[in-house]
C-alpha cells in the first residue's frame, strides 16, 4: 500500500526565520507526483509547490522549496523568511498515475506550523 | 477564472438521515474528487468522477455515492448517515491528464451528524 508519513504533528518558527518540513512515503512505482498543500484556519485547501518523481532537480516557488530525496522517498518543504501568513496545516500527498488512475491523492497526517511574530 | 465553490458550508443532520453536497469544479475542469477530512487529520479520498463516470473509489462504504454532471459540476450523496460521517468534506476539480494531476480544493463543507 502507498503511504505518506508525515512525523512531525506539531512545528513553530520566528517570523523571517527558515523552517523544514518533513515527509517520507512509500510506494513501489517508479512514476509519481509529489506535492505540498497548505491549509490556513480558513479550511481552503491551497497547492504550495509539486515535484515530478522523474526530474532530479528540485522544485521551488518563491520561498518556497524541497528536497526530493527519491532513493530515500524522502520530499521535505523548507519555507525561508517566514511569513507570519503562512501559519497553518501543511499536508504532503502522493499520486501514482497509473493506468486507470486519473489522480488519486494520499495525503500524510499534516504538520501544524505556527509563524511567531 | 473562477475556482472551486461547495455548498452549503455547514449542516447539521440527525443520525440515519440523508445528505446531498455539491461542488462546482473550476472552469475548464473536467474531473472531479471528493475526500473527507476528519478533524486534525489529513483528508481521505472517496471517490473521483471522470466525464461523468466514477473513475476510482476508496475505501467507503456504498452508502456513499456522486453525481457528476455535463458542466462537471458534482454532487456528494451520503445515505443513513453515522456519527462517524461528521466531517470536512472537500471537493477537488482537475484537468486530466493535462495539469500533472494538481488538484485545487474548495473551502469544503462541515457536515455535524448528531
Known amino acids: 500500500a502507498q503511504t505518506v508519513t508525515q512525523s512531525q504533528p506539531e512545528m513553530s518558527v520566528q517570523e523571517a526565520e527558515t523552517v523544514t518540513l518533513s515527509c517520507t512515503y512509500d510506494t513501489s512505482e517508479n512514476n509519481y507526483y509529489l506535492f505540498w498543500y497548505k491549509q490556513p484556519p480558513s479550511r481552503q485547501m491551497i497547492l504550495v509547490i509539486r515535484q515530478e518523481a522523474y526530474k532530479q532537480q528540485n522544485a521551488t516557488e518563491n520561498r518556497f522549496s524541497v528536497n526530493f530525496q527519491k532513493a530515500a522517498k524522502s520530499f521535505s518543504l523548507k519555507i525561508s523568511d517566514s511569513q507570519l501568513g503562512d501559519t497553518a496545516m501543511y499536508f504532503c500527498?502522493?499520486?501514482?498515475?497509473?493506468?486507470?488512475?486519473?489522480?488519486?491523492?494520499?495525503f500524510g497526517q499534516g504538520t501544524t506550523l505556527q509563524v511567531k511574530p | 477564472e473562477t475556482g472551486v465553490t461547495q455548498s452549503p458550508t455547514h449542516l447539521i443532520k440527525t443520525r440515519g438521515q440523508q445528505v446531498t453536497l455539491r461542488c462546482s469544479s473550476q472552469s475548464g475542469h473536467n474531473t472531479v474528487s471528493w475526500y473527507q477530512q476528519a478533524l486534525g487529520q489529513g483528508p481521505q479520498f472517496i471517490f473521483q468522477?471522470?466525464?461523468?463516470?466514477?473513475?476510482g473509489r476508496g475505501n467507503f462504504p456504498p452508502r456513499f455515492s456522486g453525481l457528476q454532471f455535463p458542466n462537471y459540476s458534482s454532487e456528494l450523496n451520503v445515505n443513513a448517515l453515522e456519527l462517524d460521517d461528521s466531517a470536512l468534506y472537500l471537493c477537488a476539480s482537475s484537468l486530466v491528464p493535462d495539469s500533472y494531476y494538481e488538484q485545487y480544493f474548495g473551502p469544503g463543507t462541515r457536515l455535524t451528524v448528531t
Open positions: 500527498a502522493f499520486v501514482n498515475p497509473g493506468s486507470g488512475n486519473t489522480g488519486k491523492l494520499i
Open positions: 468522477y471522470y466525464r461523468e463516470e466514477e473513475n
